[in-house]
């Protein structure tokens, strides 16, 4: 038996990094996913999972893409239990100062529209359904949801929010639907940029990144599945709503003359 057997998922961010790791990992611990994405990528997780995966290619940032993913799991398998919102764009860490303030409005409305707009938009379409299924929902957060310098203005205030998310939804939906989150910290995975700052998608992970972190290695993609998938395990997190899970590699507890306490300082 898997972690979630028979649970239906719809999950948001889907055709790429986490999202796909995590979509994998789900249908081997027996879930059905809905896998949502604005890439048609998301189609090649049908291909190799089967059945169990809906791939559907539509804009979470829109009330109508959210309606579309929700309906796909409704009409397929007839019910919702957990909804993943998991899409993301990054600013590149651009700093304020270098954005055009005649640009501010539009690159802030994106980042926010797909960042946290989207979920909110998701836990909307999925609503009913996880009441009724007395479900969870997990969004993705960041080493930015708590911290500065995870990103620039826009995205690390987005991320802030999110965390602001998880626990005002976790306060409304008690009892009857838990929320949680997940904050990752680098990722090997590409990102897509604020096309309003002229941005396209980038690795996530710098040259040099490795020996900044205290664990002094980026973590695979798929060392977050685990966390995800108790978050989603009826039983295995029934003790958490309003929790946001850090998954940083010590980056919280860098310290200022070196990473970590045995990492050796190297010579000048």
């Given at each position: 038996?898997?972690?979630?057997?028979?649970?239906?998922?719809?999950?948001?961010?889907?055709?790429?990094?986490?999202?796909?790791?995590?979509?994998?990992?789900?249908?081997?611990?027996?879930?059905?996913?809905?896998?949502?994405?604005?890439?048609?990528?998301?189609?090649?997780?049908?291909?190799?999972?089967?059945?169990?995966?809906?791939?559907?290619?539509?804009?979470?940032?829109?009330?109508?893409?959210?309606?579309?993913?929700?309906?796909?799991?409704?009409?397929?398998?007839?019910?919702?239990?957990?909804?993943?919102?998991?899409?993301?764009?990054?600013?590149?860490?651009?700093?304020?100062?270098?954005?055009?303030?005649?640009?501010?409005?539009?690159?802030?409305?994106?980042?926010?529209?797909?960042?946290?707009?989207?979920?909110?938009?998701?836990?909307?379409?999925?609503?009913?359904?996880?009441?009724?299924?007395?479900?969870?929902?997990?969004?993705?957060?960041?080493?930015?949801?708590?911290?500065?310098?995870?990103?620039?203005?826009?995205?690390?205030?987005?991320?802030?929010?999110?965390?602001?998310?998880?626990?005002?939804?976790?306060?409304?939906?008690?009892?009857?639907?838990?929320?949680?989150?997940?904050?990752?910290?680098?990722?090997?995975?590409?990102?897509?940029?604020?096309?309003?700052?002229?941005?396209?998608?980038?690795?996530?992970?710098?040259?040099?990144?490795?020996?900044?972190?205290?664990?002094?290695?980026?973590?695979?993609?798929?060392?977050?599945d685990s966390i995800f998938t108790t978050?989603?395990?009826?039983?295995?997190?029934?003790?958490?709503?309003?929790?946001?899970?850090?998954?940083?590699?010590?980056?919280?507890?860098?310290?200022?003359?070196?990473?970590?306490?045995?990492?050796?300082?190297?010579?000048?």
């Open positions: 038996m898997g972690a979630l057997d028979g649970q239906i998922v719809v999950l948001t961010g889907a055709a790429a990094g986490i999202g796909r790791s995590v979509v994998a990992r789900y249908v081997s611990e027996g879930a059905s996913v809905v896998a949502v994405d604005i890439s048609d990528r998301v189609h090649d997780l049908a291909d190799t999972l089967g059945p169990a995966v809906v791939p559907v290619v539509t804009d979470v940032a829109t009330w109508e893409g959210n309606q579309i993913a929700a309906d796909a799991a409704l009409e397929r398998w007839g019910r919702i239990d957990v909804f993943v919102g998991n899409a993301g764009i990054t600013d590149s860490a651009r700093p304020l100062e270098d954005i055009p303030g005649n640009v501010l409005p539009t690159a802030f409305n994106e980042l926010f529209g797909v960042n946290v707009l989207a979920p909110l938009l998701g836990v909307r379409a999925c609503l009913d359904a996880l009441i009724a299924s007395r479900g969870n929902i997990i969004l993705t957060g960041s080493f930015a949801s708590t911290n500065a310098a995870g990103g620039g203005p826009l995205y690390t205030a987005s991320k802030h929010a999110v965390h602001g998310l998880i626990r005002q939804l976790a306060y409304e939906l008690a009892p009857d639907v838990r929320v949680n989150g997940v904050a990752p910290g680098v990722a090997p995975t590409r990102l897509r940029g604020t096309s309003a700052l002229g941005q396209e998608s980038a690795n996530s992970v710098l040259e040099g990144t490795d020996t900044a972190l205290p664990l002094q290695a980026v973590a695979p993609t798929d060392a977050y978050l989603a395990s009826r039983h295995d997190s029934a003790a958490m709503t309003g929790t946001l899970v850090t998954a940083d590699s010590g980056l919280a507890v860098r310290g200022i003359a070196r990473p970590g306490g045995r990492v050796p300082v190297r010579p000048r």
